[in-house]
């Protein structure tokens, strides 16, 4: 008979990618999941649910300050505590030279990635403050640390993710509360195996083509599968010693 893991988790954005993988992964440990998000994490919820798992799910657009609060109230009423919050929200959207980026597409890119991940943490640290701590897992990028082509909004968010962790772990911990932040570098989602089978389409070249150009870039040769980040999730989500870290899992990404 599995034991229950008595530690609640928040997680934000886990219906797809990495969140996707993380969310199957804490089911297995016998983590309590709470879900919030979208679309995706919704129809994703509702098939665990209606497979008999004890997850609950929360609907927000987590860029809406009111929808964040809101929600974090609606959640008070049936969970007294949250052990630990993953913040996924992300995304880069656009591919463009500066001089062709528009402002509102920069402002979205900031509000996705940035925007949520402040609002989110501030109610998440404010609920550990009164609850005796917990530990928040935020994600960077490499491309928070080095410019990638066209990606000027992503990586100016990313970056603010990675300074955003200081602050968090430097005023949460009076509290208990540890906060630290996984940067990636390129991860093989569904969304970038879509990405390369329509560039090896256009180009005329195999799957296998495309992605071994992509892993050529990488000092070991090789691109992160999903399952890979897990290992170190679980490890922030439980550590008291290891604070207002950055750390990325790249293969070496950003060396290379
Ligand atoms: N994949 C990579 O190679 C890679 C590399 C470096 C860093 N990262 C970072 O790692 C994290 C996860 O990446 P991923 O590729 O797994 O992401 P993904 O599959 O693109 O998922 C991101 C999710 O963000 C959610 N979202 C967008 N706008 C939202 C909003 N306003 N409110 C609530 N949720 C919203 C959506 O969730 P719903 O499903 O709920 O609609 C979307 O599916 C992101 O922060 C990403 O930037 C990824």
Same mark, same amino acid.
């Given at each position: 008979?599995?034991? #229950?893991?008595?530690? &609640? ?12 993988? $993380?969310?199957?992964?804490?089911? %297995? ?21 209606? %497979?008999? *798992?004890?997850?609950? /799910? /929360? ?5 809406? @300050? ?22 996924? $929200?992300?995304?880069? /959207?656009?591919? %463009? ?5 528009? /402002?509102? @597409? +920069? ?29 928040? #897992?935020?994600?960077?990028? &490499? ?7 066209? %990606?000027?909004? +992503? ?30 570098? +390129? ?28 892993? *050529? ?5 090789? *691109? ?33």
């Amino acid at each position: 008979m599995n034991t #229950v893991n008595q530690k &609640t988790i928040l997680i934000a954005a886990p219906g797809s990618g990495i969140g996707n993988s $993380i969310t199957s992964q804490l089911i %297995k440990d016998n983590y309590k999941v709470v879900g919030i998000g979208q679309e995706n994490s919704k129809k994703y919820f509702e098939d665990l649910i209606s %497979k008999g *798992s004890q997850v609950k /799910f /929360f609907e927000c657009d987590c860029t809406i @300050e009111e929808e964040v609060e809101n929600t974090f109230k609606e959640m008070k009423k049936s969970i007294p505590k949250i052990d630990g919050m993953i913040h996924l $929200i992300g995304g880069s /959207f656009y591919s %463009k030279a500066i001089t062709e980026l528009k /402002f509102d @597409e +920069y402002r979205k890119v900031i509000s996705v990635n940035l925007d949520s991940a402040f609002l989110l943490g501030r109610e998440t640290l404010r609920w550990m403050q009164e609850t005796d701590g917990g530990n928040i #897992v935020l994600f960077g990028s &490499t491309t928070g640390f080095k410019p990638s082509n066209k %990606k000027l909004p +992503y990586g100016v968010a990313k970056a603010g993710i990675h300074a955003m962790t200081w602050f968090f772990a430097q005023e949460g911990s009076k509290d208990g509360v540890i906060t630290n932040t996984i940067s990636p570098g +390129y991860v093989m989602t569904e969304r970038h195996a879509q990405d390369i089978t329509k560039k090896a389409e256009k180009t005329e070249k195999t799957f296998e083509e495309v992605l071994q150009g992509i892993n *050529s870039k990488n000092p070991l040769k090789q *691109s992160l599968h999903p399952n890979d980040i897990y290992p170190l999730v679980k490890l922030l989500l439980e550590t008291q010693h290891i604070q207002g870290q950055i750390i990325r899992v790249d293969s070496g990404q950003i060396l290379g």
